[in-house]
């Protein structure tokens, strides 16, 4: 598994990817310190079976000590988003190609609220938290419908094929790992299976986009 350590700048993603990791990375209290991602590996630990079987350990991955195993675990720190990312804002384009290749989110916040939205120093207490809850939300979001609207003409054309609109949506979601079985589930779910693409609205394509979002990062 591939976690993606996001949030705005300047709020410890870095701090945590050096914790976990044990790997020198850049650190500073200014945005955008972190451009290039830092990749590496963490361990979860978990009580191992060996000593109920009275052998010795030998994983293919990871280590045991004392009946201990050590399970690694890829993480990826990204660069900062902030909002408007799916537009362009900040490094926003680059977080979220990079975003892709993980398999779930830890979201950083600053829950002093002591950074504002764009991660800049503010007095403490005087930046709500959960706007940036939120906003990652939005951005997900956007960035899953601006997906779907650079293929949305070419989905009706296909359509009109007699191609299943699960067919249709998972060939244009396969490079973010989502399954048919999930895009078949959330047609399901917002009674989209069968309704003709061309009579979608915007209100249901971004429906089926948030389903979307929370698919990938659940």
Request: glycine residues 10%; hydrophobic residues 40%; proline residues 4%.
């Amino acid at each position: 598994m591939l976690i993606g350590l996001v949030g705005k700048p300047s709020v410890g993603k870095s701090t945590f990817f050096q914790a976990i990791t044990s790997i020198p990375v850049a650190r500073a209290d200014y945005p955008f310190t972190t451009i290039e991602p830092n990749h590496g590996v963490g361990y979860v630990e978990i009580e191992c079976v060996d000593k109920e079987f009275g052998v010795k350990c030998n994983p293919r991955t990871g280590f045991c000590i004392n009946s201990r195993r050590f399970v690694p675990v890829e993480i990826l720190d990204v660069a900062g988003l902030v909002p408007g990312a799916h537009e362009g804002k900040g490094l926003g384009n680059k977080f979220l190609d990079d975003l892709r290749k993980a398999d779930v989110l830890i979201h950083i916040v600053d829950a002093s609220g002591s950074t504002n939205e764009v991660g800049e120093k503010v007095p403490v207490g005087s930046y709500d938290p959960l706007n940036d809850v939120l906003f990652l939300e939005e951005e997900l979001n956007h960035w899953i419908k601006g997906i779907l609207n650079g293929n949305w003409q070419k989905l009706i054309r296909e359509s009109g094929m007699n191609k299943k609109n699960e067919d249709l949506f998972t060939n244009v979601f396969s490079g973010l790992g989502l399954s048919r079985f999930v895009i078949q589930k959330t047609l399901n779910s917002l009674e989209l299976v069968e309704k003709k693409l061309s009579e979608w609205s915007e209100e249901e394509q971004f429906s089926f986009c948030k389903k979307i979002d929370c698919c990938l990062f659940s």
